[in-house]
């Protein structure tokens, strides 16, 4: 099984950066796919980015395109989001998951969503 764990979530005003975090432990793997989800209060959950980690692939919702990056440190086993020029309407919580199987790479973002392997989330806020 994979623990996810989210960290540097916060608040922020709009225009602000935020880097968050996914560790990765328990059982790891050499690929996955992986990606960050968001949810707000009375919406669905948005698939923002998603990375395979062995590389090739990232996808990032249109609503974020140019001002989020998603990135890894394999040696870190460590996810990350970088999220630049931030906007009232990203405020939600934030979730990490991960799909370690190989197929996965077919269509990552819906691997993902169907994978068991999701973090806690962590919270973010921005204000106008």
């Known amino acids: 099984q994979v623990q996810l764990v989210e960290s540097g979530g916060g608040s922020v005003q709009a225009g602000g950066s935020l880097r968050l975090s996914c560790a990765v432990s328990?059982?790891?793997?050499?690929?996955?796919?992986m990606g960050w989800f968001r949810q707000a209060p009375g919406k669905e959950r948005e698939g923002v980015a998603v990375?395979?980690?062995?590389?090739?692939?990232?996808y990032y919702a249109d609503s974020v395109k140019g001002r989020f990056t998603i990135s890894q440190d394999n040696a870190k086993n460590t996810l990350y989001l970088q999220m630049n020029s931030l906007k009232p309407e990203d405020t939600a919580m934030y979730y990490c998951?991960?799909?370690?199987?190989?197929?996965?790479?077919?269509?990552?973002?819906?691997?993902?969503?169907?994978?068991?392997?999701w973090g806690q989330g962590t919270q973010v806020t921005v204000s106008s």
């Open positions: 998951a991960a799909d370690p199987r190989r197929l996965c790479v077919i269509s990552p973002l819906s691997a993902i969503q169907r994978s068991p392997n």
């Open positions: 990375i395979y980690t062995a590389g090739g692939y990232t």
């Open positions: 328990g059982n790891t793997y050499s690929s996955y796919c």
